[in-house]
């Protein structure tokens, strides 16, 4: 779109606001064609891309400027095409077959975490009266169980005053605490969240941004400068990571290049677009599992593995392990590290959201397992999901949705649109680099088990925090006016958002203000979620919401068809692929 239809700037350098506002749906389907269009090899038959309908509110339903809505539900979209060309491919061919997103579905599945229901109350009550402890298995390690702990992960100023700092306590904060001077056992400090985040702001803004950044590095830490969008794109970092489609698909050169692999015919009983397709996860937190959690609504037979060492989010268990089977592996032992290898040898697809160097270390980098593919004489499909991208000096760096948010612009742009003074940054109000992520890389996958199918080979897919981020703050997506944006927060009366304000905080936030104005959607008998009589999770009835990918025909439509299950919920030497 030409710069005459954007302004300039209006959200600080590097970005491009819309002159006009143009109804979500209707964007959506712009931003759609222009993501499918600079996708090496995805289809540009109007036949199939005309399939795809979009509905949903014509306002913006979360705050800021952000269309990360519009991003996500064009995402989906793709989703969905490929997933139709994959039952074409499995003798389900139906040119009549139409492809819904709803927008405000897809604004809703950015904050899945929130929007489950447990025994017939959601997610955020049960939290908010203290209930839902007592409902999960508890994995977290007492990553926040004390004030400083949980606002180690926020963003801070800086003794620059235009400039602010993400820190993040990565699931162990002591560390990061004690980096900037902060005592994790600060009696004073720990009397709240309030008293918390002053404590740490008084000591980040007596550092330099750039001395906060080296202390990070120097410490294998996490954190980033809130960056503007123009400083992003500038840096080697940005443009490394620029030099690679949204949509990062590529084919592997094995030393022995494998054959097409069909598809497994269709079981009556399951026509959904991936049943059959046998998918090894090995990730953590949220972008990796959502990764397989989708393509288990699609069909695929996905075992998760959790390493039992390392801390992940309890509330996560609801969601994000829908449709899989759970067990847990610790790869320092030399029987599960077999065990693991002997699942490698039956995927089609092995998904990984650890650092890119890591896997090396246990024989399942790319290399290795696409050897694995060669010997087995069958391709496979490698995924990879992290903050920084596939190269660069900093690929290897460790990185967190909030990092993103903060390295992309993303965090700078959305305190812009709050008008907070000394560019004081917010993390935008939702997961919605690490959901994003995910879904990036579950189209990824698609597209490589299609081209499996077809072409033969194994397929390197990419998905990276910053590349959702900075597609977003792109020209010609563009960015939602100032009146728009208050328009919005006006509907909704979303409580105060800061830079200190944990995205678990945030979340809350937005839930509360949907509950206001669109709470019918949100409503367990609304139509819109999956329920299980029965659960893991007390026993209780557990209700999902659903795919966002809905399909005129019916019985290929993706949904799970098991309820999520808590980590490691199976023993780990009777679980086999189906």
């Keep these: 779109m030409s710069d005459a239809t954007r302004i300039p700037d209006v959200y600080g350098p590097g970005t491009h606001t819309d002159k ?127 004030p400083l702990k949980y606002r180690a992960t926020a963003l801070y100023p800086t003794a620059n005053p235009e400039v602010w700092y993400s820190l993040h306590g990565s699931m162990d904060a002591p560390p990061v605490l004690r980096s900037i001077g902060v005592d994790p056992d600060d009696a004073a400090a720990n009397t709240s969240n309030e008293a918390a985040a002053a404590h740490i702001a008084q000591h980040t803004s007596r550092i330099s941004p750039e001395q906060l950044e080296m202390t990070n590095l120097l410490n294998g830490l996490c954190g980033s400068i809130c960056f503007t ?54 990730t953590r937190v949220i972008a990796g599992p959502q990764i397989s959690t989708l393509l288990a609504s699609m069909g695929a037979d996905v075992i998760r593995v959790n390493p039992p060492h390392l801390p992940d989010i309890n509330v996560l268990q609801l969601t994000l392990n829908a449709g899989k089977r759970t067990i847990a592996l610790d790869l320092r ?25 890591k896997m090396a270390k246990y024989g399942l980098a790319q290399d290795d397992i696409v050897a694995v593919a060669a010997a087995r004489g069958r391709g496979i499909v490698y995924v990879s999901e ?84 900075t597609y977003a703050l792109r020209p010609e997506v563009g960015l939602y006016p100032k009146e728009i944006v208050k328009e919005c927060a006006d509907r909704f009366q979303w409580a105060e958002m800061r830079g200190a304000h944990h995205v678990l905080d945030l979340l809350v936030t937005v839930y509360d203000g949907w509950k206001r104005v669109l709470g019918a959607y949100l409503e367990e008998n609304s139509g819109w979620f999956q329920s299980f009589d029965k659960s893991d999770f007390g026993g209780r009835r557990l209700s999902l919401l659903k795919p966002v990918v809905a399909f005129s025909d019916k019985a290929s439509t993706p949904e799970w068809k098991t309820p999520s299950l808590p980590y490691a919920s199976h023993k780990a030497e009777e679980v086999r692929f189906r």
């Design 229 to 282: 969008p123009e400083q992003w794109n500038n840096s080697a970092m940005g443009k490394s990571l620029a030099a690679h489609p949204l949509i990062n698909v590529k084919p592997l050169s094995p030393s022995v290049q494998t054959p097409p692999v069909s598809f497994p015919p269709l079981d009556p009983s399951d026509r959904r677009p991936l049943a059959g397709v046998r998918v090894l996860e090995l």
């Design 333 to 357: 032992k030399p029987a599960d590290a077999a065990l693991l290898q002997s699942l490698v040898k039956e995927a089609d697809v092995f998904v990984q959201g650890f650092r890119l160097g």
């Design 386 to 469: 992290n903050c920084y991208g596939p190269d660069g000096y900093y690929a290897e760096r460790p990185g967190w949705q909030q990092i993103a948010d903060a390295a992309s612009g993303s965090a700078y742009v959305t305190g812009r649109s709050l008008n907070l003074p000394n560019n004081e940054a917010v993390l935008p109000s939702l997961p919605v680099s690490d959901m994003t992520c995910g879904l990036l890389g579950a189209v990824g996958t698609l597209k490589a088990l299609r081209d499996r199918a077809t072409k033969g080979g194994s397929y390197a897919v990419h998905s990276s925090l910053v590349a959702v981020d």
């Design 20 to 146: 006009t506002f143009v109804p979500v749906t209707q964007d959506t389907e712009r931003i759609f064609r222009l993501i499918a269009s600079e996708t090496p090899g995805f289809t540009q038959d109007e036949a199939l891309l005309s399939k795809v309908k979009f509905t949903g509110e014509d306002f913006p339903v979360i705050p800021g400027p952000i269309k990360a809505v519009s991003v996500a539900a064009a995402l989906h979209a793709m989703a969905g095409v490929l997933a139709d060309e994959i039952l074409t491919l499995r003798g389900a061919e139906d040119k009549s077959r139409q492809i819904t997103v709803n927008t405000t579905h897809a604004a809703f599945w950015l904050g899945t975490i929130a929007a489950a229901h447990i025994g017939g109350e959601d997610v955020v009550s049960l939290t908010k009266q203290g209930k839902l402890k007592s409902l999960i298995p508890n994995w977290e390690q007492g990553w926040t169980d004390t």
